[in-house]
Structures are given as structure tokens and as C-alpha cells.
């Protein structure tokens, strides 16, 4: 009786390495075949509604952002279809890059929702003020700190720090990188 049992172990582990094999590859597929990161369960809605579902994975670094819904941050395109983002550092790296991250242009991107940090209300990015080079940390380390208020940026200097404040109209590839010290990739359409 013991014998048959060690034939079962191998058996089992032989069918979950082909099931495990089996979805990388259907998921490989997916991703060659254009169809670019999975849109959220629920739409951020005309409200600027940022809840994140459990299944919901921010289409630049794979986190999950209900994991830390404080943090997250949202973009909606014309046609209704929502990516949410862990933190609003990877919103920003969508919206200068959103070829490579969604597979789709700047002009397809409708709405962009943050989450004042103060009040946790969300609101729209392209009114916000950002803050970089604070102490405030997120789910990928030194966090890019949103205000809807522009007399909070001060408030937030003196009691967090903070090296740059700029807006979503300032922002470019050269701010980018002196804020983050890192380059963004180039667009699929310029591969």
C-alpha cells in the first residue's frame, strides 16, 4: 500500500507543474496578442471613486493596490475602461507613458483620480499639486505625495519636507527623472 501511494505523489506533482505551465502560457498568449494589462473590475465612475478590487493590479509594477487603498490612484480612458495604480508615482509613469504601460494613447486618457493625502478625498490629478523628496513612504518606498489644496503644499513641507512640488502640466521626462533618478522606457509606438 505504501508503494502506491509514492506512484500518486509524482502524479499529482507532475499535473500541477502542466496546470501551473499550462496558465503561464495562455497568459503569455494574451499579453503577445496585444491584449496589454487587465482592466479593473469596477470603473472609477464619474465620481472619482478610487476603490480598488482585490483582483485589480496596477498595470505598471504588477502590485495590488486595494492592498493599500490610502495609497492608490486611478485613470479612466473615454471609453470607460479603468486601471488602478498602487501609488501615484506609477500614475505618473502611465500618464508620460501610457504606450507602454496600457497600450494606449495620451489623448485615449479620459480622467486621472488621486487621493489628497490630507483628507483622503480623491481628486482630480490634473488640479493637483505633487509633492517629491518627502519622508512620506508608500508601497514602493519614497512616496509622490498629491494635495488638492495649493495652500496644503506648505503644511505638508513643513511637516513631511519635500524637495519639488509641480503639477501634472509641469511634469516631462526631464522632471521625471530628477525626481525619481530613474529613466522611463520608451513607448511601444516608438519601438
Known amino acids: 500500500m505504501g508503494s502506491i501511494q509514492n506512484r500518486r505523489i509524482p502524479s499529482i506533482a507532475l499535473w500541477l507543474t502542466v496546470a501551473v505551465f499550462g496558465l503561464l502560457l495562455l497568459n503569455a498568449e494574451g499579453l503577445m496578442a496585444g491584449g496589454g494589462p487587465?482592466?479593473?473590475q469596477a470603473p472609477m465612475g464619474e465620481m472619482l471613486r478610487i476603490a480598488p478590487g482585490d483582483g485589480d493590479r496596477c498595470p505598471v509594477c504588477a502590485m495590488f493596490p486595494a492592498?493599500?487603498?490610502e495609497a492608490a490612484a486611478a485613470l479612466t480612458l473615454?471609453?470607460?475602461?479603468?486601471f488602478y495604480f498602487c501609488s501615484n508615482g506609477c500614475l505618473l509613469r502611465a500618464w508620460?507613458?501610457?504606450?507602454?504601460y496600457l497600450g494606449r494613447p495620451q489623448t485615449a486618457i479620459d480622467r486621472l483620480g488621486v487621493l489628497d493625502f490630507f483628507s483622503g478625498e480623491?481628486?482630480?490629478?490634473?488640479g493637483a499639486f505633487f509633492v517629491a523628496g518627502s519622508e512620506v513612504t508608500g508601497p514602493m518606498g519614497p512616496a509622490i505625495v498629491a494635495l488638492g489644496r495649493e495652500d496644503h503644499v506648505a503644511v505638508l513641507r513643513k511637516r513631511h519636507g519635500g524637495e519639488t512640488v509641480f503639477t501634472l502640466e509641469a511634469l516631462d521626462?526631464?522632471?521625471w527623472h530628477a525626481i525619481?533618478?530613474?529613466?522611463?522606457?520608451?513607448?511601444a509606438a516608438a519601438q
Open 180 to 187: 525619481s533618478r530613474h529613466r522611463l522606457p520608451a513607448d
Open 173 to 175: 521626462d526631464d522632471l
Open 38 to 40: 487587465a482592466p479593473a
Open 122 to 126: 480623491a481628486v482630480d490629478a490634473r
Open 96 to 100: 508620460l507613458r501610457p504606450m507602454a
Open 78 to 82: 473615454e471609453d470607460g475602461t479603468t
Open 67 to 69: 492592498r493599500r487603498p
